[in-house]
């Protein structure tokens, strides 16, 4: 008996770490976005650019698959395509969790933290949050990023607020001082503080209410973008995230107060999609590199049920931004960083220009892929490729010529059930304008993560779906009308985790 127990329990032990163990094959596994081997992640923190290596923080609950235990796990890239993971860099302490933040390169040694002959220091800084209180505090690294020691006369900002959080740092050069961007979630206020050695902080100034107040503030961002016309120039944008969504202004930042130059009255979004939250910039990246963002491929409205395992959720793939002014609006034009084209395979399909009336089947069957196409729609319906088919499923991306939409819908996908906030949120769209009658897109599917680019960057929208293995098929479709397709290329795409 004792020995058939014993062989029990080794038996549950071994199903417990299989459980446990990541391939990277796993059904619904991204191949080309990042996502930890195990367990769950929301939010990308500390995104900073350092001695070639650009390093993603991420929120990350070491113990299970559900939010928990915040703690910033780590990993680190040459081309922000494939991912060496590291051991967790900041962990949950004395109740203390671990939560979003901020990591710069502290090459004056402002802080005092660095070694003589040492390099330059790592500085995070991080809301630590108790149930009671969040503050900000802050972590240093005298290695690159690998170990990381907690400073002892944390914290370094505290109001005593029960939310006040997710603090977004960096050297404002004209000024020869740091800059904080941090929220007070409940009063959808960005405040704005200074420092000279980053432990001391002074506020300069608030921005908000304003735009999206639907829902709770968090982790705003301040970057200079430049304009696409005009690339010497550049415009500050603010960006933050509403419980569900994110959200930018546009406009001046003077080293105290950021004024937005957008109408007060409109809002703009950096994706449309349901799944794009929690974005940040990367800091210290290579002097004229257009600002690259990274959001949590995700929403808080039903991330902690989603279907996958051993991990659960993904980042968005790195996005570049430049702005360009339409009208007397700046808009935040939105791109796939260049270099995920290295995953395509060699060979890849393209179409003859053609009409399509109804639905026409694409000869390629995949879960796995990037894709052009340029649509001339018909007048009055809607057109757009289906992703996914199979079985009578299929996830749509389209565009709807009467009311000028571009949309995402996942209605007709398979399982759903997982959630019913997840069920309900299935139709998302955006107004665009045709371009001399056309509708341009760059779509990547890879196997959970839609991600779509309009109008060369004029629109992007994200969006999970969770497809059967089987429904793997490709279908553009034109309804109520003919519309015309050309320049239609399929690539499928490589994995980055093999
Ligand atoms: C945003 C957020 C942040 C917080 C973190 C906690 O998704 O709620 O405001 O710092 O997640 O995990």
Same mark, same amino acid.
């Given at each position: 008996m004792k020995n058939f127990l014993s062989a029990f329990s080794l038996f549950i032990t071994c199903i417990a770490l299989h459980a446990q163990t990541a391939t990277y094959k796993e059904q619904y596994r991204p191949q080309f976005h990042f996502s930890p081997a195990i367990n769950w992640t929301n939010d990308p923190n500390g995104l900073v650019y350092n001695n070639g290596e650009y390093h993603i923080f991420y929120q %990350?609950? /070491?113990?299970?698959? &559900? !939010? +928990? %235990? =915040?703690? !910033? +796990? %780590?990993? @680190?890239? &040459?081309?922000? @395509?494939h991912w060496q993971h590291l051991p967790v860099a900041i962990k949950e302490e004395n109740g203390i969790m671990i939560f979003s933040g901020t990591c710069v390169v502290d090459k004056n040694n402002t802080s005092g933290f660095g070694q003589k002959n040492g390099p330059a220091p790592m500085i995070a800084i991080y809301t630590g949050h108790t149930d009671t209180i969040q503050s900000q505090h802050l972590a240093y690294s005298l290695d690159n990023g690998r170990t990381w020691t907690k400073y002892k006369n944390n914290p370094i900002l505290n109001l005593h607020k029960k939310d006040f959080r997710d603090p977004k740092v960096f050297w404002y050069a004209k000024g020869k001082y740091w800059v904080m961007a941090v929220v007070l979630p409940q009063e959808h206020k960005v405040q704005f503080y200074h420092s000279k050695n980053l432990l001391h902080w002074d506020l300069l100034s608030e921005f908000g209410p304003a735009g999206d107040t639907t829902g709770i503030w968090e982790c705003p961002d301040l970057f200079q973008v430049p304009v696409a016309d005009d /690339?010497?120039?550049? &415009? !500050? @944008?603010?960006? =933050?995230?509403i419980s569900t969504a994110m959200q930018y202004f546009a406009g001046e930042f003077d080293g105290v107060v950021f004024t937005n130059e957008n109408p007060a009255d409109k809002i703009y979004r950096p994706d449309y999609g349901p799944d794009f939250y929690? +974005?940040?910039?990367?800091n210290n990246l290579p002097i004229l590199r257009k600002p690259v963002m990274i959001a949590w491929a995700n929403n808080w409205e039903y991330a902690n049920d989603i279907p996958t395992k051993p991990w659960k959720s993904a980042m968005t793939l790195p996005r570049v931004f430049s702005l360009s002014k339409l009208n007397s609006e700046w808009l935040l034009r939105v791109q796939p960083l260049e270099g995920v084209e290295k995953l395509r395979e060699k060979d890849f399909m393209a179409l003859e220009s053609h009409i399509v009336n109804g639905n026409e089947n694409i000869n390629l069957k995949s879960q796995q892929f990037e894709m052009e196409l340029d649509i001339q729609p018909s007048s009055n319906g809607t057109s757009g490729v289906k992703l996914a088919v199979g079985n009578n499923h299929y996830a749509e991306v389209g565009y709807n010529s009467a009311t000028q939409k571009l949309y995402l819908d996942r209605s007709n996908c398979a399982n759903q059930s997982f959630n019913k906030n997840f069920a309900n949120l299935f139709h998302f769209e955006t107004p665009l304008n045709e371009i001399n009658g056309h509708i341009k897109l760059r779509v990547f599917f890879d196997n959970s993560i839609i991600e779509v680019f309009a109008n060369d960057g004029l629109a992007a929208m994200t969006m999970q779906v969770f497809p059967d293995a089987a429904d793997k098929g490709i279908t553009l479709f034109s309804n109520n009308g003919s519309s015309f397709f050309s320049n239609v290329k399929i690539w499928k795409m490589k994995s980055a985790w093999e």
């Amino acid at each position: 008996m004792k020995n058939f127990l014993s062989a029990f329990s080794l038996f549950i032990t071994c199903i417990a770490l299989h459980a446990q163990t990541a391939t990277y094959k796993e059904q619904y596994r991204p191949q080309f976005h990042f996502s930890p081997a195990i367990n769950w992640t929301n939010d990308p923190n500390g995104l900073v650019y350092n001695n070639g290596e650009y390093h993603i923080f991420y929120q %990350h609950n /070491p113990f299970e698959n &559900k !939010w +928990g %235990h =915040m703690t !910033w +796990g %780590h990993a @680190v890239s &040459k081309d922000l @395509v494939h991912w060496q993971h590291l051991p967790v860099a900041i962990k949950e302490e004395n109740g203390i969790m671990i939560f979003s933040g901020t990591c710069v390169v502290d090459k004056n040694n402002t802080s005092g933290f660095g070694q003589k002959n040492g390099p330059a220091p790592m500085i995070a800084i991080y809301t630590g949050h108790t149930d009671t209180i969040q503050s900000q505090h802050l972590a240093y690294s005298l290695d690159n990023g690998r170990t990381w020691t907690k400073y002892k006369n944390n914290p370094i900002l505290n109001l005593h607020k029960k939310d006040f959080r997710d603090p977004k740092v960096f050297w404002y050069a004209k000024g020869k001082y740091w800059v904080m961007a941090v929220v007070l979630p409940q009063e959808h206020k960005v405040q704005f503080y200074h420092s000279k050695n980053l432990l001391h902080w002074d506020l300069l100034s608030e921005f908000g209410p304003a735009g999206d107040t639907t829902g709770i503030w968090e982790c705003p961002d301040l970057f200079q973008v430049p304009v696409a016309d005009d /690339p010497l120039k550049n &415009k !500050w @944008v603010l960006t =933050m995230s509403i419980s569900t969504a994110m959200q930018y202004f546009a406009g001046e930042f003077d080293g105290v107060v950021f004024t937005n130059e957008n109408p007060a009255d409109k809002i703009y979004r950096p994706d449309y999609g349901p799944d794009f939250y929690a +974005g940040i910039t990367y800091n210290n990246l290579p002097i004229l590199r257009k600002p690259v963002m990274i959001a949590w491929a995700n929403n808080w409205e039903y991330a902690n049920d989603i279907p996958t395992k051993p991990w659960k959720s993904a980042m968005t793939l790195p996005r570049v931004f430049s702005l360009s002014k339409l009208n007397s609006e700046w808009l935040l034009r939105v791109q796939p960083l260049e270099g995920v084209e290295k995953l395509r395979e060699k060979d890849f399909m393209a179409l003859e220009s053609h009409i399509v009336n109804g639905n026409e089947n694409i000869n390629l069957k995949s879960q796995q892929f990037e894709m052009e196409l340029d649509i001339q729609p018909s007048s009055n319906g809607t057109s757009g490729v289906k992703l996914a088919v199979g079985n009578n499923h299929y996830a749509e991306v389209g565009y709807n010529s009467a009311t000028q939409k571009l949309y995402l819908d996942r209605s007709n996908c398979a399982n759903q059930s997982f959630n019913k906030n997840f069920a309900n949120l299935f139709h998302f769209e955006t107004p665009l304008n045709e371009i001399n009658g056309h509708i341009k897109l760059r779509v990547f599917f890879d196997n959970s993560i839609i991600e779509v680019f309009a109008n060369d960057g004029l629109a992007a929208m994200t969006m999970q779906v969770f497809p059967d293995a089987a429904d793997k098929g490709i279908t553009l479709f034109s309804n109520n009308g003919s519309s015309f397709f050309s320049n239609v290329k399929i690539w499928k795409m490589k994995s980055a985790w093999e």
